[in-house]
């Protein structure tokens, strides 16, 4: 079967697409070559429809466990710890500088209203979970019940998927201030083993369309104001958040991993920030599972410290952003002998690395997006400027691509192509 895509070339403007092995043709990228290939896939808005992590995080708020575990002392310490609180503080009160870990930092980059925002975030997310913690709200709901129906708990999801958000949206501006120690969403995994985290995972994987809890409302409840949580002059109120559950694969994604994998014989591993484990077990839950049951590292994630019986909040060395998953695939290519030519991703931000590096092998960075010019608009001046730093092309040049087809010819715009995912789906083209 043809497998088409359109490039950044400039005859791919319009809606022309090309097949895929004539652009290698083109390219002169014989089967002998791609035989030896190395190919790095990131996991989520790539592989699957969406942030797969945030739905595990979800499904995490909705167990009952989570409501045992933690004091309020310690909750409130792991929602947002003091060295962070400090930094939101000061910044709120208009300071451009603080103290952290005992050397002064800029914190300009921070809006003073965004780090109110996350203060009062803080503040409603930490009443609502000592409030549910009370005797009666107990006796309200049983621990049984599935507890994202309880209004409070609902709300408590709302502001917490919220604040999960908004940390990694300005992650870029923290991680120069707290040494690389970013707030992933993964430090609510502390104290689980990683089995339960497989399962966690596994559950939100089998979901179908149709299944009890295949889709959440969230929002803030008026009734939660009326109980005492939080101070009704600061409480924030956010509009309603529909997220569906289940997982659908990216088809156009699943077909090129197929054609690559098993036609070619490229050797391919998932790259993702996500948990190892929550990577691993989705991955296995797909029709991408070859690519994990191949080899052991099949699927690279990011890890937490702790033993596989009890995690802990930290993680174990730098979670796996842009730069990192760069210098992950490049390690695999000179440990295996194999050139490292494919990258595939849907962030500037985190997957832009990995492309360029695939880019400056002479190899191809396939860019998943639901529509082919804004994709173009936010990728092209980012992909000029990092490939007149690896020296591709002159710094003299452009900030287009139009002039460099060779290299044009080698980015491809990837649309998203949703479809529920089917456990175990044969690797057909």
């Known amino acids: 079967m043809s497998l ?123 009443a609502l979970y000592n409030y549910r913690k009370t005797p009666e709200e107990k006796e309200k709901m049983p621990d049984e019940d ?25 992650d870029h501006i923290l991680a120069p201030l707290f040494n690389n120690e970013l707030l992933l969403r993964t430090r609510f995994l502390a104290g689980l083993n990683v089995e339960k985290v497989k399962v966690l995972t596994k559950e939100v994987m089998m979901l179908r369309t149709g299944d009890p809890h295949s889709m959440f409302t969230l929002r803030t409840f008026d009734e939660n104001t009326a109980t005492g949580v939080g101070n009704p002059n600061q409480r924030l109120s956010l509009p309603d958040l529909v997220l569906p559950q289940v997982v659908m694969v990216n088809d156009l994604i699943r077909r090129l991993v197929s054609r690559l994998f098993y036609e070619y014989g490229s050797d391919l591993r998932v790259v993702t920030t996500n948990h190892q484990s929550i990577a691993g077990t989705a991955v296995r839950h797909s029709p991408y599972a070859d690519i994990k049951n191949s080899k052991k590292d099949g699927v690279i994630g990011s890890l937490l410290c702790g033993t596989k019986t009890r995690l802990k909040a930290k993680t174990d060395g730098l979670p796996l952003f842009g730069p990192q998953k760069a210098e992950v695939m490049q390690n695999i290519a000179l440990r295996t002998g194999r050139k490292f030519l494919f990258a595939f991703g849907d962030s500037v931000k985190n997957d832009t690395p990995m492309g360029i590096q695939a880019l400056v092998n002479g190899g191809v960075f396939g860019i998943v997006g639901d529509d082919y010019d804004d994709t173009r608009e936010a990728f092209e001046p980012v992909l000029v400027r990092q490939l007149k730093k690896a020296g591709v092309i002159p710094e003299t040049a452009g900030e287009s691509l139009d002039p460099h087809p060779g290299i044009a010819l080698r980015i491809w715009f990837l649309k998203m192509e949703p479809r529920e995912n089917e456990f175990r789906m044969p690797p057909s083209l």
């Not at 652009?23 to 429809?49: C, H, K, P, Q, W």
């Not at 994202?148 to 998927?161: D, Q, S, T």
Request: aromatic share 8%; charged share 30%.
């Open 146 to 170: 599935f507890p994202l129906e309880n209004p409070v708990v609902n709300e408590f999801a709302r502001k917490m998927i919220e604040l999960d958000r908004i940390i990694m949206e300005i």
């Open 4 to 126: 088409e895509v359109r490039t950044f070339a400039p005859q791919h403007r319009t809606s022309e697409s090309m097949c895929v092995d004539d652009i290698f043709g083109a390219l002169g990228m014989e089967y002998s070559l791609l035989r030896e290939s190395l190919g790095g896939v990131d996991m989520d808005n790539t592989m699957f429809d969406a942030d797969l992590g945030r739905r595990v995080f979800l499904r995490k708020l909705a167990d009952p466990s989570l409501w045992r575990r933690f004091d309020i002392k310690r909750f409130s310490s792991l929602l947002l710890p003091i060295n962070y609180r400090t930094v939101f503080h000061s910044r709120e009160k208009g300071s451009a500088i603080c103290r952290v870990d005992g050397v002064e930092k800029d914190i300009t980059g921070l809006s003073p209203e965004l780090c109110g925002i996350i203060l009062a975030l803080w503040r409603d997310i930490v």
